[in-house]
């Protein structure tokens, strides 16, 4: 639960994507005000899909937003794992057993949806959020968040949760942080069921609502079904080829279809229905060797300060759970003399995880891409184990993995750590 705080703070929010709207609608209600600064001429999501896991549906429902969600999520039954011919390698429930074993379920949601309920939930509490307003630069010394027209923003914290290319972040390091490339990009496609409904041979795509993986040399395909049956996210992930100065460009059709020419037959199909597809270079950041630094009222949030791979469908989770980190401590806060101690507090507990969900990530792609040989059929074996075990490829199904990622309880985390770190601070 947000606990409500005794002092109520300024709090500027650089970026209104899905972290930085949760975290201010998270500081609302732990008795803040905050103001948030957007680029974008108008507030909107990019892109197409995205899966909620059942812990960040918790915190949703903590921040109020959960009912608007689910009614426009879906629930997948299943995550589905098969070889790039198809042949199904290991299969992992996850409705119903993830309300049973995590207490909330799994969700996919078209991430305009998504975002929409955030904006609405911030409305709601009368959080200002002005558009047009790229920041450009921050002055450490007084707290000051200045726009590209010159417009300046005091507060007594700033959240960094402008995105993989944050300026807040090149600001608090003093030098420009580039993200690193993974090498890999994303073809992403909206397909209509309406259309995929002619072929048959598609039905095990779409029928029950499940996430499908085809892992295949040198990349893999992930598809699930949104809201309302209508439509099919399908994501390619392949060898990057993008221009070097573009990170997002419309992408041609006869490149996707030739980049899976020898995979089952059936995702060329399907592919094929695609009306237009876009291709996004996958970078992310490296561990960074703070967020904050000691003297400054700054911090970030996000990918900001933790960009992975999609290959866990982790980033929008970790931005929610940064945010309600962030809710957390700051409303514990009695005096404004902890806000330097909160902000490392913050640090403590977030950093440690996010690099492990990076790193994990990261490691998905040597799993999900190999090509056939010695190395595929030791990961094919170890699908195989039933049940499956500890290292398990098919990383939700690894049961240690699967708690790490699921279970979860960032209030009770942080509680925990607040606790220890005022025992600490007193011995000092
Ligand atoms: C192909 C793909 C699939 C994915 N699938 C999933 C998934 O299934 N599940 C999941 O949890 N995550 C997924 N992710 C990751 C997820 O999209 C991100 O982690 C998440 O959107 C990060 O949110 P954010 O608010 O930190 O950053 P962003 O969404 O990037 O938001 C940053 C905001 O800041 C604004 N901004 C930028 N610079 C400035 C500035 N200087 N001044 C003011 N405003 C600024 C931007 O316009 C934007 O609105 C996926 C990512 C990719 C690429
Ligand atoms: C938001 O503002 C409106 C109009 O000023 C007011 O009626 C409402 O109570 C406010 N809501 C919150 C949650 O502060
Ligand atoms: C930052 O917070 C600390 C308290 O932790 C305070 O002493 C300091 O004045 C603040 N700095 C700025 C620039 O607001
Ligand atoms: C993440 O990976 C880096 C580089 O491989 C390694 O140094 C670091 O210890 C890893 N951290 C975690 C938390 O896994
Ligand atoms: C914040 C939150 O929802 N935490 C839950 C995550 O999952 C564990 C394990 O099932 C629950 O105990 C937590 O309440």
Redesign the pocket.
């Known amino acids: 639960m947000v606990p409500k705080s005794s002092i109520s703070l300024q709090f500027v929010v650089v970026g209104g994507g899905i972290g930085g709207l949760s975290v201010s609608i998270g500081l609302v209600l732990s008795g803040h005000k905050v103001t948030v600064l957007e680029k974008a001429q108008e507030l909107s999501e990019v892109g197409a899909g995205i899966q909620i896991p059942p812990n960040s549906t918790r915190i949703l429902e903590q921040l109020g937003c959960k009912t608007e969600i689910l009614e426009h999520a879906l629930v997948p039954k299943a995550y589905h794992f098969c070889n790039h011919k198809g042949d199904n390698l290991i299969s992992l429930e996850l409705d119903p057993y993830c309300a049973s074993k995590y207490g909330c379920k799994s969700l996919h949601i078209h991430r305009g949806d998504f975002h929409k309920c955030l904006v609405q939930r911030a409305r709601e509490l009368n959080i200002t959020i002005l558009v047009n307003s790229e920041i450009v630069d921050i002055d450490l010394d007084h707290n000051i968040a200045i726009t590209h027209d010159g417009r300046k923003y005091q507060a007594d914290v700033i959240i960094g949760a402008d995105g993989l290319n944050s300026n807040v972040r090149n600001s608090i390091f003093g030098r420009n942080t580039s993200p690193t490339n993974s090498g890999d990009q994303a073809y992403r496609s909206l397909i209509s069921i309406p259309e995929m409904n002619k072929h048959p041979e598609l039905d095990f795509i779409h029928k029950v609502p499940c996430v499908n993986f085809f892992w295949g040399p040198k990349g893999h395909v992930v598809t699930y079904p949104l809201k309302g049956g209508n439509t099919c996210n399908v994501v390619v992930m392949a060898p990057d080829n993008l221009p070097p100065d573009s990170s997002v460009v419309a992408a041609d059709k006869k490149e996707v279809l030739h980049f899976l020419e020898t995979w089952d037959p059936r995702l060329q199909l399907l592919l094929s229905l695609a009306t237009s597809t876009f291709k996004w270079r996958l970078q992310y950041i490296e561990?960074l060797n703070c967020w904050s630094h000691p003297a400054q009222n700054v911090t970030l949030l996000g990918d900001a300060c933790h960009a992975t791979l999609p290959y866990l469908a982790q980033g929008a989770a970790q931005a929610i759970e940064d945010a309600a980190a962030l809710a957390y401590l700051f409303g514990k806060i009695k005096d404004k003399s902890e806000i330097r101690f909160i902000l490392k507090t913050y640090e403590r507990i977030r950093k440690?995880r996010t690099?492990?969900i990076?790193?994990?990530s990261k490691e998905c792609q040597q799993i999900y891409h190999l090509q056939d040989g010695e190395k595929q059929k030791l990961r094919d074996l170890k699908c195989a184990m039933d049940p499956p075990q500890e290292g398990c490829p098919a990383r939700w199904a690894d049961p240690e993995f699967q708690e790490y990622l699921f279970g979860y309880n960032i209030f009770e985390e942080c509680h925990k750590q607040w606790v220890l770190s005022k025992t600490m601070k007193e011995k000092l």
Request: proline letters at 14%; glycine letters at 0%.
């Open positions: 561990e440690p690099t492990r990076v790193n994990s």
